[in-house]
């Protein structure tokens, strides 16, 4: 299988743990890069900051994006990689806890590729988790700029 990885922007140590719980559980990912705020996963994605040593051509295939993040929100996020042609591709889901309808919309709105509400139950949390991660990694085809 092709060298793919996926970038989990979380704050919440509880929800990072299940994630990358079921992520390896789930076996499909190969590197799973973490950041907690939204300014780190820009500085991540761009090659900046304390990531100014990243390759640009060993990008996310996915990212798991929280939509309440420190610094910046996810949405703000999400405008800035959709503004960006190095960016624009990458296939983005808002994996969040919020159930507003207006954070659904604008996140569609600004170019989100899919919405997720993180349940509240640790073990339907886990499982969701896992689903996203063989759709998004294993079943999901992305454009070839963004491998």
């Given at each position: 299988?092709m060298?793919?990885k996926?970038?989990?922007?979380?704050?919440?140590?509880?929800?990072?743990?299940l994630?990358?719980?079921?992520?390896?559980?789930?076996n499909?990912?190969?590197?799973?890069?973490?950041?907690?705020?939204?300014?780190?996963?820009?500085?991540y994605?761009?090659?900046?900051?304390?990531?100014?040593?990243?390759d640009?051509?060993?990008?996310?295939?996915?990212?798991?994006?929280?939509?309440?993040?420190?610094?910046?929100?996810?949405?703000?996020?999400l405008?800035?990689?959709?503004?960006?042609e190095?960016?624009?591709?990458?296939?983005?889901?808002m994996?969040?806890?919020?159930?507003?309808?207006q954070?659904?919309?604008?996140?569609?709105?600004?170019?989100?590729?899919?919405?997720?509400?993180?349940?509240?139950?640790?073990?339907e949390?886990?499982?969701?988790?896992?689903?996203?991660?063989?759709?998004?990694?294993?079943?999901?085809?992305?454009?070839?700029?963004?491998?």
């Amino acid at each position: 299988m092709m060298h793919r990885k996926l970038l989990l922007v979380e704050d919440d140590a509880q929800d990072l743990r299940l994630t990358l719980r079921a992520l390896k559980r789930i076996n499909v990912v190969n590197e799973v890069d973490v950041v907690n705020d939204g300014a780190a996963a820009l500085d991540y994605l761009f090659c900046r900051g304390s990531h100014a040593g990243r390759d640009p051509s060993d990008g996310p295939a996915v990212v798991l994006l929280d939509i309440r993040l420190p610094k910046l929100s996810g949405l703000e996020v999400l405008e800035q990689m959709r503004g960006d042609e190095r960016t624009r591709k990458i296939p983005v889901v808002m994996l969040t806890s919020s159930d507003e309808e207006q954070d659904i919309l604008l996140s569609y709105d600004l170019g989100a590729n899919s919405y997720v509400r993180k349940p509240l139950d640790p073990g339907e949390f886990t499982e969701a988790v896992a689903q996203l991660g063989m759709y998004w990694m294993l079943l999901n085809e992305p454009p070839k700029s963004t491998e």
